[in-house]
């Protein structure tokens, strides 16, 4: 399974970004996807993630109401709605992947996630 992230940008505070994340290799239907976020200096966090099988998602709280993730069978890819973005926003965001059922809930914790893309960088700057 491969991952390639893309949509990252330089945007003012209250911008909106789309971020892509496209798999190839594999069925996504198969795996839980996950955005993750890492900012200069800080560890991995993560940001959302959704499961493969009745579409349950999580989201940490400082992206809730702002952030919507989201999956295109058809196009085994799973995107990352960014609305009113705030300077902490700023991270390179990048997308793994987790094989496995989970029905009702999502795990969403970095370790627990691999084949990781190469990252795309968003800016919050005005």
């Known amino acids: 399974l491969q991952l390639v992230e893309s949509g990252g940008g330089l945007v003012q505070p209250g911008g909106s970004l789309r971020l892509s994340c496209a798999a190839s290799g594999r069925d996504l239907d198969y795996y839980a996807i996950g955005w993750f976020r890492q900012a200069p200096g800080k560890e991995r966090e993560e940001v959302s993630c959704i499961s493969p099988n009745d579409g349950s998602t999580s989201y940490v709280d400082s992206v809730k109401g702002r952030f919507t993730i989201s999956r295109d069978k058809a196009k085994n890819t799973v995107y990352l709605q960014i609305t009113n973005l705030k300077p902490e926003d700023t991270a390179v965001y990048y997308c793994?992947?987790?094989?496995?059922?989970?029905?009702?809930?999502?795990?969403?914790?970095?370790?627990?996630?691999?084949?990781w893309g190469q990252g795309t960088q968003v800016t919050v700057s005005s």
């Open positions: 793994g992947a987790r094989k496995g059922l989970f029905i009702g809930y999502v795990p969403c914790a970095p370790s627990e996630y691999g084949s």
